[in-house]
């Protein structure tokens, strides 16, 4: 079998170094080159043909975001962003993504000795993952005003329906683009994207930026709200639970499942167990099978789930779990599916009360 050709780009020699070792460990995979910034990647590419990028941020001469906006519209690949674990760097990855990187790893600690068998597994399954798929260049999200409520009824309402969504690889603007597609006032929304501690405020202020619904990071203990959506933050499981005010979440520090912390099959279980038949479930793209089990438990609980289709996600294992766990009731484009929950609202009867 041919093994995965990656180029390593990265303006500290340190890290090359490092990057090139953990890489090139690995049986399937070989480094064809470390170039230390945009201008000498470019070079490299022409030449060494590879597979796959991992691509740093802050470089000299060109700007990692620079590079990557014009790979993705001279010649699209897959790149996986190596991100410092800052603020601006959260920032800059969400950028990244938006402009077509497959997914990202933070930059690890130099002196990190314990978790480097981690790092490196984390590291060389996203590069195996990015190898797999064939990206193309996206157009910048645009910024949208909030229009008046339509579908709840008007401004005060609070709906007995919930929504819940799931997803990894490919998540970060699959999310972008099923919420901006939502009514200003659609029901709660609880969110399950594996990304880890530091960058899920970022993604959730971007994502609030972009759609008519209020997004932000949750806390523990908010109640939910229609035209508003819950991010999970990093490092912590989001749960929903049932309180004498309505539907609350609940944050758990609790052990990863299915290896990932936040997991989609602690959110999608707790939706079963609190409000089966008021939720609808959404499977989107990502790696792995996480949430299919529990999905399949939101079903008999009496939810109604829909999931992506193989041809519009980026990674089509979790849908294609879900499918194949009997979770589904409509397997759909991205591009239909905000279309098919407020149909499937509508056509249930949509309920609305006042409050306050």
Do not use: W
């Not at 699209?76 to 997914?103: H, K, N, Q, Y």
């Not at 798929?133 to 999200?141: F, G, L, N």
């Amino acid at each position: 079998m041919d093994k995965i050709k990656v180029l390593v780009v990265d303006d500290s020699a340190m890290m090359r170094s490092l990057l090139t070792r953990v890489i090139g460990s690995q049986p399937d995979m070989e480094v064809v080159g470390a170039a230390s910034d945009g201008l000498v990647a470019n070079d490299m590419i022409k030449d060494r043909n590879p597979h796959v990028l991992t691509l740093d941020i802050e470089m000299p001469r060109m700007d990692g975001l620079v590079f990557l906006e014009q790979l993705m519209s001279s010649r699209p690949m897959p790149v996986v962003m190596v991100s410092t674990l800052t603020e601006a760097g959260a920032e800059a990855t969400m950028r990244a993504l938006e402009l077509g990187a497959v997914d990202f790893v933070t930059k690890p600690k130099l002196d990190l000795q314990k978790g480097m068998a981690a790092y490196a597994a984390e590291l060389t399954d996203k590069i195996r993952t990015a190898s797999r798929v064939r990206p193309k260049a996206r157009a910048p999200a645009p910024q949208v005003a909030r229009p008046a409520a339509r579908l709840l009824g008007g401004q005060g309402s609070v709906s007995d329906k919930l929504i819940l969504i799931g997803a990894s690889t490919g998540g970060t603007e699959a999310i972008r683009e099923l919420l901006s597609g939502l009514p200003a006032d659609c029901p709660g929304i609880l969110i399950t994207q594996h990304m880890p501690a530091g960058f899920t405020k970022s993604f959730a202020d971007r994502l609030n930026k972009y759609c008519k619904l209020a997004v932000k990071e949750a806390e523990d203990g908010e109640r939910v709200l229609p035209g508003h959506a819950y991010v999970a933050p990093g490092s912590h499981h989001l749960l929903l639970k049932r309180s004498l005010v309505g539907y609350v979440t609940s944050l758990s520090a609790g052990p990863p499942v299915n290896r990932h912390c936040p997991s989609v099959e602690v959110l999608f279980r707790s939706g079963a167990e609190v409000a089966g038949p008021h939720i609808i479930g959404v499977m989107l793209t990502g790696m792995g099978r996480d949430g299919a089990t529990a999905m399949r438990e939101m079903r008999d609980a009496g939810a109604y789930n829909i999931v992506q289709d193989e041809a519009s996600s980026v990674v089509f294992g979790m849908p294609r779990e879900a499918i194949a766990a009997g979770a589904a009731h409509e397997v759909a484009p991205l591009t239909e599916i905000a279309g098919r929950i407020v149909g499937h609202l509508l056509k249930s009867g949509q309920r609305a009360v006042r409050v306050g």
